[in-house]
């Protein structure tokens, strides 16, 4: 496809020479003759005019270019718009590899893939063009939707319930035990685990990430939010639609997260907390109170972000004028 | 079983009609009639009451109730005692997929459940009644003891000893090396790691966490510890017995813990470290000195609880009056 | 091999007995008569003198002792040069386990062992002398060097590069997606991931870490650095050559970290950051700037350890004082 008719998908404007076809689509470090890029900024784009590349996706508001530029209010998105516009998700055709070990009561729909040494238990449904690649495991009763990507090695226990085009990476856990005991005169006794966890439609959950099972009632994660690896999801947890968890995040039991949070990583949120909607939290902080609607918290405890960041500060000017104070208190 | 039969098997006082069949233990958020739920105080019991519940779990001091009560010192425990006495632990009759890959030299105990393609090496012992679910791998020498429930995907290196009743979750990784390198003139050179993991009996893993092997001791987890998931257990540390270990913690090389730990999510604890009995550590806390038995340790770095909250209180106070203390001080 | 013989591989120095023939290599705790032991200073010499050693490798500088001694700068060292000389790494002979599921335009070295349930995909190449462990998958297009050693539950994903003697511990997961989404009118759009992963020679990476395929460039692992257990390295990460990062670190999106860094167990680097060559970073610290050639670093937020540790000394100063201080304050 050349310039101009990539621009019009995607209701963008040419500035130079739209005839040339585009072949690829590369980041200005890599990107050749017959490549588009993308350029956020006039810095960004100074260096994809030095790079191959025969046309830059660019704002709306950078100078002019020697190089042929598709303007846009957002490069980044259009460039992933033109990406998935060129590259379809694959379709496999039905296919069950000979050493996947398939219950003869698992339902599977049309177009399912399933790989090498996939094992399927008892009951397990299985939803249109979904596909399962090698050594995953999915135990009994679990109930998958359609288009969905579950790469090699993940497991999945009894009883989970995965909607549509969700996506698991290698190694992910559904459905193990949560972490609950009762200690009693010394003695540490399990607490049945027999809740559900129900992923909603376009989840995806980053490699070797954990979903617990609920004890009494079901884990939840909803539609279209996306975890990271190496999170860990405890028991009870209900996060809401729209959040974007990144790695290395933990949180605890039965707390409640509200739609479209923004989490770093290694952020750990306590129990039975209620976290209200369009909140962000910083990198590494600690939650240990309820927050509200729209907040922004950091910090070890969690607080708001300019609390957290005048503590700083008035702990760095006691330390550099010390002396002054010390000398004031003596 | 009716509420009478139930009460008398864990001790319970009944208050009102204890003559009806109970035929399934719920939460307070799904329970219909014929459910027994619990309410540990009275604002739980007020909930309990609205749902279809037909007898309430309860504490001896909380009001009475329109539902029929058991009355016991602590419901939570009485319901999963209830719980365990109608769910028998599962004894599966012996099996092994013939997808599964053992060794003519392992030693299988009676009843033992080998599921598909599971990976059994020379030389591996596997007690009586244990289960190993699709897609594992135990490699050589290694010793699994009775009653053990090892779930999918878990991976266990050479000379591994698991005791009886252990429990591994999905993605476990049980015996790797250790992170013991020697630096010098600028080149890292691998150091042994020889040593064993030793799993004492009833402790369960959670899944993704990883128990390295000792380095030239052996990695020691004591008798009904619990370790949540994604949790760091590294070369050459011994925890003790009854410890409770949250998710995503960090336990580093040849560090000591006593019985009786309670650890929280995310805690980082340094290397060579002992951590005495009957410690309790925050969530996220850093642990970079020693710890006596008893303490109550929260922080970055940790210290005595109460310490780091009075830091912490002194702080936001000197920042609440930071403009008295730098007028003061100029 | 007798202590002369041994002393004369390392250019240690004997002094005592030199005949006696060693037939292990133990830690003090565990060294029988006719081990050879290691004690870094006199306190250690004292207890490897009262273990059976028959030899201890010891400083130039410590005390004379009662049991044979060899002397070197780095005992340490010294042990595991020993240790390699006397256990030079398994070669195993070519083997594929009839279980394992091997495309046919896969092309396989010399001496490759291919374990249970192994699955490699199109075009994949393997070295020579290269060991892949049971239940591990390798998507297609990705490139094995020589005499790696890949343990079980492992994933590789399309397209990975990894050099020659590598080694890849249990439910490592290379190459999944990063976290890369544009965000737009409340709508989460998934931001394509092209990148390869490339590790270099002589890396080792600990059990479930994972290492994500870059978004646009690549994800670069140096040569002869170590990763330990849960770690995470995001999209476009380069780590140099000859780093250590202990467990459960995270590296953002496109950080750039330099040669022989050494990274503390639970670090959190913030994206698009550059960290210069020979930086070291305390445990548990939090870096959300650059930093440059030769920090050591310690914090939350991470800053030169002498300017964070005077910050905790100025606040536990100012919390002893506080009845003085808030009293002038008033």
């Known amino acids: 496809m050349d310039i101009k008719k990539l621009a019009s998908l995607i209701g963008g404007t040419v500035e130079g020479d739209g005839s040339s076809d585009i072949t690829g689509l590369k980041?200005?470090?890599?990107?050749?003759?017959?490549?588009?890029?993308?350029?956020?900024?006039?810095?960004?784009?100074?260096?994809?005019?030095?790079?191959?590349?025969s046309c830059v996706l660019?704002?709306?508001?950078?100078?002019?270019?020697?190089?042929?530029?598709?303007?846009?209010?957002?490069?980044?998105?259009?460039?992933?718009?033109?990406?998935n516009i060129l590259n379809k998700p694959e379709i496999r055709p039905a296919f069950k590899d000979p050493s996947a070990n398939i219950s003869p009561s698992a339902r599977l729909g049309e177009n399912v893939w399933i790989g090498p040494n996939v094992c399927i238990e008892d009951n397990v449904s299985i939803g249109?063009?979904?596909?399962?690649?090698?050594?995953?495991?999915?135990?009994?009763?679990?109930?998958?939707?359609?288009?969905?990507?579950?790469?090699?090695n993940v497991t999945i226990y009894e009883g989970v319930v995965i909607k549509n085009n969700v996506i698991l990476h290698g190694g992910v856990v559904v459905g193990a035990d949560g972490f609950g005991y009762v200690k009693e005169s010394g003695k540490i006794y399990k607490f049945p685990q027999l809740g559900k966890v129900i992923i909603e439609d376009n989840v995806e959950v980053g490699a070797?990430?954990?979903?617990?099972?609920?004890?009494?009632?079901?884990?939840?994660?909803?539609?279209?939010?996306?975890?990271?690896?190496?999170?860990?999801?405890?028991?009870?947890?209900?996060?809401?639609?729209?959040?974007?968890?990144?790695?290395?995040v933990g949180i605890s039991g039965s707390t409640v997260i509200g739609d479209n949070a923004i989490i770093g990583g290694q952020v750990g949120i306590a129990d039975n907390l209620k976290i209200g909607e369009n909140v962000t939290i910083g990198a590494q902080s600690g939650i240990i109170g309820h927050v509200s609607d729209g907040e922004v918290i950091w910090g070890y405890p969690g607080r708001p972000i300019r609390e957290t960041k005048r503590q700083m500060a008035v702990l760095a000017w006691m330390t550099k004028n010390f002396k002054a104070i010390s000398k004031l208190i003596k």
Chains 1, 2, 3 share one sequence.
């Open 27 to 53: 980041g200005i470090e890599s990107a050749k003759s017959g490549d588009m890029t993308f350029a956020m900024d006039e810095n960004l784009l100074g260096l994809a005019e030095k790079s191959g590349a």
């Open 208 to 248: 070797n990430t954990c979903v617990d099972r609920g004890s009494l009632n079901d884990t939840i994660i909803g539609a279209n939010s996306k975890i990271d690896n190496l999170c860990q999801i405890a028991h009870n947890v209900k996060i809401g639609k729209n959040s974007l968890i990144a790695a290395q």
């Open 128 to 152: 249109n063009g979904t596909i399962i690649e090698a050594n995953s495991a999915i135990k009994k009763n679990s109930l998958i939707g359609n288009s969905c990507r579950i790469y090699p």
């Open 58 to 83: 660019t704002t709306t508001t950078v100078r002019k270019s020697s190089k042929p530029l598709i303007r846009v209010a957002n490069p980044k998105l259009a460039f992933l718009l033109i990406y």
